[in-house]
């Protein structure tokens, strides 16, 4: 971008009455970014939208799930049309980065987020998280009936009382925490329990609504699915109230939903822009100000003041990127739960 193309290119948006982008005259960013994004839409959207609006950088979102794209980035390889890839949980990231196919994220976009919220080796970055909860029936339950582990829902005494999504990407990075947590033994017995005590259901909100009708007392989901009903109707919430484990037990897993730029990404310096703005105060003033109910992960960023405070859930520590999304397919699928 030279000099005088710049100035020609304000004053003819000056002309027009409108604002000059920082990025508006790059050729690349005409062009834009696409974003595989795995996130919710609506947040992603969001995203786009103040990105663009500030820099002028078209974003194209093609949405999917985890896995599946985090598998067709893999199978791409270096044709891949993507240029930012964004999920709800950090699982596909390692799948993606174990696979060599990430650029390392500038460091000016790593040093916006704590260690906690990003990858070891800087391939990739947090950009909101969510808390894993235990979703109760206030009409059945007292807290003093509530199980103080997760593992606690192995005892036979919860057997057909309680739910979860076990085929989702959730309820998947919920396994791949634990089994980093307290190892394959531990993890394939408390599987073996879920298979027998616990009824499956299609998706968290699913869950959360068979609660609600009293059809289960309780069930694992994450947090944000009861907060966004209860900023609605609470049609599907009004007889649930959440159980946060704390005490740095499997069950207060805090999942962290990443993002990374592809290394055969033909726009790099947009790719990385947007990564940026996301984990900055634009981005997760998003997380805070909307209506998605996920944590904000950026140094000093708020999130949204109804959510219990992030220090205080009491999360355990879990290398984000040790996070292993096969050998927890494989495990679930042994005990037949997928």
Do not use: C
């Amino acid at each position: 971008m030279t000099f005088s193309f710049t100035h020609l290119t304000s004053a003819l948006a000056l002309a027009a009455g409108l604002a000059v982008a920082p990025f508006a005259a790059n050729a690349a960013g005409s062009e834009g970014i696409v974003v595989y994004n795995a996130q919710h839409e609506t947040l992603t959207q969001a995203w786009a939208d103040g990105f663009t609006k500030e820099t002028g950088i078209k974003v194209t979102i093609r949405n999917g799930s985890d896995m599946q794209f985090a598998n067709q980035i893999v199978e791409e390889g270096a044709a891949s049309p993507a240029d930012v890839f964004l999920t709800e949980n950090s699982p596909g990231m390692a799948l993606v980065d174990t696979n060599k196919l990430f650029a390392p994220v500038d460091a000016d976009t790593l040093a916006q987020v704590p260690e906690t919220f990003k990858a070891a080796d800087g391939n990739w970055v947090g950009v909101a998280a969510r808390s894993t909860v235990f979703a109760y029936d206030k009409t059945k339950l007292k807290e003093s009936d509530l199980p103080k582990s997760l593992l606690d829902l192995a005892d036979p005494k919860w057997k057909g009382r309680w739910g979860a999504s076990p085929a989702g990407a959730d309820f998947q990075a919920i396994v791949s925490a634990l089994l980093e947590l307290k190892g394959e033994d531990v993890t394939k017995s408390w599987l073996k329990a879920l298979k027998e005590n616990a009824t499956p259901y299609k998706g968290n909100s699913v869950a959360m609504k068979a609660v609600n009708a009293g059809e289960v007392e309780g069930a694992v989901i994450y947090h944000y699915y009861w907060f966004g009903d209860q900023a609605k109707t609470a049609e599907n919430s009004k007889n649930v109230a959440l159980h946060y484990f704390k005490n740095q037990d499997p069950g207060a897993f805090v999942s962290i939903s990443g993002g990374g730029v592809l290394a055969s990404s033909q726009h790099q310096k947009e790719a990385q822009a947007f990564l940026k703005w996301i984990t900055g105060k634009g981005g997760q003033a998003v997380l805070r100000d909307g209506d998605s109910y996920e944590y904000a992960v950026g140094n000093g960023a708020q999130s949204n003041p109804k959510l219990v405070p992030l220090a205080d859930l009491q999360a355990p520590k879990v290398e984000p990127s040790k996070l292993n999304s096969k050998k927890v397919t494989d495990l679930m699928t042994e005990a037949g739960l997928i």
